[in-house]
């Protein structure tokens, strides 16, 4: 069995969580009744067992409503329980050991006994955590490794991210409509358990309810009666929550509260089309005069202050506007308050996403700029035009089901409702690539990561095509990892788990009576997350000039140059950087990293498709992993030196681009979007550049769309700004920032990430 760290890091967290609101003793108990009922339960059915360790989770981990709440609905997490994604606790039945032993620390100060508690749950967990089972079957000593082990070229988790919900069917039938719908299929099979412990779900759902009414009305009675407005507040908390505990909602504040309540018991931290789900309810109560254009975006703003409270990161995805939409007006006048919000408060979550396409208003795209330009960040653009023929490709439906496309956490895509699309599985390309000049032979750490296949000495290579076929072998090899894999992953989480709440809402798990990994969901789907791909293409190009067109160097020289991380070599790496790069509109370096690009995509592609997935795709990401596995990865022939940070997803390696804005556009537009589910592409530019050209950046934005661009996110800063902020944070405890598919608050970073997005060029009047 491969030895790896339990405690290592599992997922990016930029945002400082909210402690846990109950008592440390409490906390110890809940964790130890839940560990007693998981050993209870090992000889139940998988569901069974689920169900019974959430009834300790709901509705006890509710946390009380906080003043500006206007919806209920907190919830804290533990290091130990049950979850979907590692952002908030962990998935299926999980321990976190690095966050149990800081508890274990935190509560020993309360007394010994209680750490030697904490260490029998500890002892338990480690034959029962299902990251750590999933480790112990998946991991090698050398080639794959846990997430996030960056001395691996490919590392592998299990996760169920991006679960995007049917909430129309949540809203359209309420909790009662929901257990009809179940009962009736359960007539036909009544044996059926994952019917019988879905309706039990269900009552979950009406227990928490009613807990979170009582919270409303006692939090009413201490009010003293100058509270008025509050007071009335409480009511209709309590009144909604009444009223939602079995019905379907009829205002827009009780689909609003539903919607909440389902989702945080999911363990969904995306959320989907909230225009098109919840608009025709907000457009009803404003026509009717329930609200007020105020109160419609005090809610939403309430919304948003409650998914940045739960500090998922890269997540709390909202999409608003483009194509497939059942109701365009009313989800119109969602978005525009939306936009609103997004400008005012810019938080660094939810990831706030606007569809565009050939309809999308000019007052959308001015409401969008504005926002941009006040610094949020937010919205990012994705152009339906382009997106939703390539995900009919990508993913192998027709287009009225591709318009259901949503993105989530570092822009991977999903179909809401109906298929799984987590990224379990992160490749290096540039590792191999350093790997592979160097025989096999990882320059950072000494180990021979070939696997099964034979180095190649590069004094023997005598020609381009020779040297790329080689470096293809070695990824074929790490391809065939990454898909084996991503599906064993999904087999592993359905050996021990259902996923129930995900399932009820997720097609066709009732119709066919299975949880959606047993062969529930309609279309079980995947991606697999690349990195330094530019770096790569780039390498390629100078290794074919430099040594195959020109004749400079040689393959040994520049490799002997590599391995001195250029010391003594500075000639050398003075002309690896001089070598055409991406993201100058160069047809050299666009086309060496477009035919890259399309290996590594169709080959990941095929490998889904051949192993029984209805799509596996790859997604040109990066979040601060770029710069993490950057630092244990070796110099490489772009110029690069040892330990630097590879290239953002997309986009050039920071400062490679010269040629301006829409040089940098056009070479971003360059690859074919149906070969991949997700692509970043970040832009930087100042203040003065960006607002006082709201016109010209609204034309270069369409016509880089035009051209066949996918995708845009934007960072409008000052120049200096940035370096300031390093220097006195203090002073910029807002400065919010694009590091990927996700934005954080530049100060919170490390240093290390906050040098990458320092490099980036950022955009500014001549």
Known sequence: MVKFDVEGSQNVEVSKKIPCEKPLIRQLEIMETYTAVHK??????????????????????????????????????????????TSIGGVGHYCVFNKLRAFQREIETQGKEYAQRVETLYQYWLDHDLKTIYCRDMLTETTLGRFIDVEYPLIATVRLSGMMLDYPKLLDNGISGLKRIIKEKQQQDPENEF???????????TASADTLREKALKQMEELPESEGKRKKELQRIADGLAKVRTEKPETFHEALQLFWLYALHAGVINYGRLDDFLGPYLAADLDSGKLSEQEAYDYLKSLWTMIENRRTTVNGRVIVGGKGRKHPKEADRFMHIALKVCKDCRYVEPQFTL??????????????????????????????????????????????????????????????????????????????????????????????KLGDVKPRKMKDITSFEEFYDGYKELLDYYMNLSVKAQYASYGIMNDH??????????????????????????????????????????????????????????????????????????????????????????????????????????????????????????????????????????ASPDGRLSGMYMNPANNPQGGADKNGPTALLNSLATFDAKYHAGSVQNIKFSRSMFNGNKALIEAMFKAYFAKGGCHIMVTVVDKGELENAMVHPEKYPDLIVRVAGYSAVFVNLDRSVQEELLSRSLYEEA
Request: hydrophobic letters at 35%; aromatic letters at 10%.
């Open 497 to 634: 788990v259902s996923f129930l709440f995900n399932s009820i809402l997720m097609d066709d798990c009732i119709a066919r009576g299975k949880a959606l990994l047993d062969g529930g969901v309609r279309y079980l789907g995947g991606t697999c997350e690349t990195y330094g791909n530019i770096n790569a293409s780039d390498s390629l190009m100078a290794v074919k000039h430099l040594v195959f067109d020109t004749g400079k160097y040689t393959l040994p020289q520049l490799e002997t140059a590599m391995l001195a991380n250029f010391e003594g070599y500075e000639e050398i790496r003075k002309d690896c950087i001089a070598c055409d790069k991406y993201g100058n509109d160069l047809d050299t370096a666009d086309g060496m990293a477009n035919d890259f690009y399309e290996f590594i995509a169709k080959g990941i592609r095929d490998r889904g498709i051949a192993i029984g997935m209805q799509y596996y795709l790859i997604v040109i990401s990066n979040n601060s992993l770029n710069t993490e596995w950057g630092i244990r990865t070796g």
């Open 40 to 85: 209870k339960y090992s000889g139940s059915s998988k569901a069974r067992r689920e169900v019974e360790c959430l009834k300790v989770i709901f509705p006890e981990m509710f946390r009380s409503i906080e003043r500006q709440d206007l919806i209920a609905g907190r919830l804290d997490f533990l290091p130990i329980g049950f979850g979907t994604v």
């Open 195 to 205: 019917y019988q412990t879905s309706l039990e779900c269900l009552d979950i759902i």
């Open 355 to 448: 569809r565009v396409d050939k309809d999308t208003t000019e007052e959308t795209w001015q409401e969008a700029l504005d926002a941009l330009g006040a610094g949020a960040t937010y919205p990012t653009l994705y152009n339906d035009e382009v997106h939703v023929p390539a995900v009919a490709y990508g993913m192998r439906v027709d287009e009225e089901t591709a318009k259901r496309y949503v993105p989530f956490g570092c822009t991977e895509f999903v179909l809401w409702g109906q298929s799984t699309g987590t990224p379990n599985i992160c490749i290096n390309l540039l590792k191999i690539l350093t790997i592979y000049m160097n025989e096999g032979i990882d320059p950072m750490d000494g180990h021979n």
